[in-house]
């Protein structure tokens, strides 16, 4: 049996260079392994931008619909808290092998910046920088350790946004005007479609039945009411009845 001859253990473009270097090659020689090692590099790159761009369009088909839950007193207007904006995100963005970080430094005129970046497993990544003055809002409610803190807090919020490509919908309210219902998430709505579809339901009598305008807009609270709504309505046999 022919004995199998151990080979040098190749660890990146380095120890190649290092072992032809070894087996006496030329000037040329190594100038060719240059070029040969940086266009592997460059279609490394471009395999991992490709892989980026289809796990993004993958994350887009089941990104969760973002709600603006909380309000701004001062301003009177709703936002999104990054517990909204950002936990419910992260799932999906694993699924789909992408993770994200923020970084945070000071600008040219001493403005807090953050950078929020999405890296994917094969290793392109793609970032956004954003900066903004200290939070001074509320007056001397806020030492200036807090006042920063502040701003770091809006722009992680606005550097994901951006970065994800996300966009915030403003929350239905309730009848009192105390809060706002989250609506339905994705996986809910899927569910309630595929039972509302094999039951063949009329969408619209559906809708029109929960007093809502799509199921989309359908309050996450009323999630049983609506599927015990819609696995009340028999199993068609040959052509389904409507409701």
């Not at 796990?55 to 887009?60: D, G, P, Q, V």
């Not at 970065?163 to 809060?179: H, K, P, Y």
């Not at 039951?199 to 039945?209: E, G, M, T």
Request: glycine fraction near 4%; charged fraction near 30%.
């Amino acid at each position: 049996m022919e004995k199998t001859q151990n080979l040098p253990e190749v660890r990146g473009p380095s120890s190649l260079i290092e072992m032809a270097l070894s087996k006496g090659a030329d000037e040329k020689a190594l100038e060719k392994l240059e070029k040969v090692l940086e266009l592997q590099e460059r279609w490394e790159a471009n395999e991992a931008k490709k892989a980026y761009v289809k796990a993004m369009a993958e994350f887009k088909k089941e990104a969760p619909a973002i709600i603006k839950d909380k309000e701004n007193k001062q301003f009177k207007s709703r936002y999104s808290s990054i517990d909204a904006l950002v936990n419910s995100s992260i799932p999906v963005l694993s699924k789909n092998e992408i993770s994200h970080n923020w970084s945070f430094g000071t600008a040219e005129n001493n403005w807090p910046t953050v950078t929020c970046t999405l890296t994917h497993s094969m290793g392109h990544r793609e970032s956004v920088t954003m900066s903004a003055p200290p939070d001074t809002s509320g007056g001397n409610s806020k030492n200036p350790i807090q006042q920063i803190k502040s701003t770091h807090t809006y722009l992680k919020i606005a550097t994901f946004e951006a970065v994800t490509g996300l966009v915030s919908r403003e929350a239905n309210l309730d009848d009192d005007g105390n809060g706002a219902t989250e609506y339905i998430s994705e996986e809910q709505k899927k569910a309630l479609v595929n039972e509302v579809a094999k039951r063949k339901i009329d969408v619209k009598k559906f809708n029109d039945h929960l007093k809502v305008k799509s199921i989309d807009e359908l309050p996450a609270n009323r999630f049983q009411e609506a599927m015990k709504a819609a696995q009340a309505k028999p199993m068609p046999a040959a052509q389904g009845a409507m409701l």
